[in-house]
């Protein structure tokens, strides 16, 4: 769907720019002053030119939001995760930029809780926050995937 609405984008700005000189070059008006038709013309022109621009730019900023829908949904269901995860845990520690669950050593004493840094991915190397858990710039899961 996406690339239609691209595709629908480069047409209209083809059909919409033809269109536009076709009713530049057939405008007259009452007046059989010269000048006054063909500022009439620019006019026509300019606006059918505008208005194409626009919604050759609102069909493709809709095709780039549906191909990027993937990737939101993507995020909304880490941050509906995490959301999910905080409030499952008692611990007052539970949230930022420490680990999500204090773990418990061996010796049965609470663990303090790691500060997670930042992070480079392995795949295309950038560096990320350590709160993130998908690389910013690829994508990637940080699980497995730190150099």
């Not at 984008?9 to 010269?34: C, K």
């Not at 840094?117 to 699980?143: I, Q, V």
């Amino acid at each position: 769907m996406s690339k239609l609405l691209k595709g629908m984008s480069g047409v209209f700005a083809i059909l919409g720019a033809i269109g536009s000189f076709i009713m530049a070059a057939n405008q007259t008006t009452l007046s059989s002053s010269y000048r006054v038709e063909r500022q009439f013309s620019i006019v026509v022109l300019l606006v059918g030119l505008i208005s194409t621009a626009v919604l050759c730019i609102i069909l493709y900023a809709l095709g780039e939001i549906l191909s990027n829908q993937e990737s939101i949904l993507s995020h909304i269901g880490q941050i509906e995760k995490r959301k999910t995860e905080s409030s499952s845990h008692t611990s007052s520690n539970s949230g930022g930029y420490f680990s999500s669950a204090a773990s418990i050593k061996a010796g049965g004493s609470a663990a303090m809780p790691t500060v997670l840094g930042p992070w480079t991915c392995a795949k295309c190397g950038t560096t990320n926050s350590g709160s993130r858990n998908t690389c910013e710039n690829c994508g990637k899961e940080k699980k497995n995937n730190v150099r």
